[in-house]
């Protein structure tokens, strides 16, 4: 490998690594939407130059996270309640029933690996650092969706959680909630390891639905 090659994939992994920072944080409420962010104040913010920054936004702009604010940086875009609802009802239409058909197909060997994914969870919740809970989560529950083989399944699912904005986490991390809420995919793998269709389906259902309940909307 070449120097200039190697090189090139330190820059996509930086770039690919702010993305999937800037992405949680979308998504966890840590960049307001409406509000206008710098490249350089957010490379401050992630310890990295302006330059992946950017790259990682026009990524960002792409999905239709943000829209570009000419000699200015970018502004998060605001998702209406219809939609969340709508981004909601989807996924209880998608994963729930999927990870009830896996549960049999997900080797045994596979499940320390599942439990080290939800440690990464619990982690984020007990350091407060709502950002790296988010990105934890969505490996989490695409890496289950990924045992059912459908590459398009996972895409959609994934653009759908890009798209949900839970901003009670905040508040639920404040008062030391968050913990238990993430201890809650535990739960998930113990119940795949028990090879309980209907309970992991069930339980799932209602895990996927507090997106749309106390995670979405700051408590008073």
Partial sequence: MSIEHFAQMEKTNLRDKVSRAL????????????????????????????????????????????????????????????????????????????????TPLIPAEDLPRLRELAARIVTGAEQGDLVEYTAAD??????????AGNPRLSALVSDLRDHTRLFGLASLAKKGALVEV?????????????RDQEAVEKFLREHVSQARGRWAKPEE
């Fill in 182 to 194: 993430a201890r809650e995919h535990f739960t998930i793998v113990d119940l795949i390891e028990s």
């Fill in 138 to 147: 969505q490996v989490f529950h695409l890496t289950l969706l990924g045992y």
């Fill in 23 to 102: 992405r949680a944080a979308i998504i966890a409420g840590e960049m307001e939407p409406g509000a206008v962010y710098s490249a350089p104040a957010l490379g401050a913010r992630f310890g990295v130059s302006a330059t992946p920054v950017r790259e990682a936004m026009q990524d960002l702009a792409r999905e239709n996270l943000i829209t570009i604010v000419p000699n200015k940086g970018f502004r998060v875009i605001e998702v209406a309640e219809k939609d969340l609802d709508d981004i909601t009802q989807l996924r209880l239409l998608l994963e729930p029933p999927t990870v009830r058909d896996v």
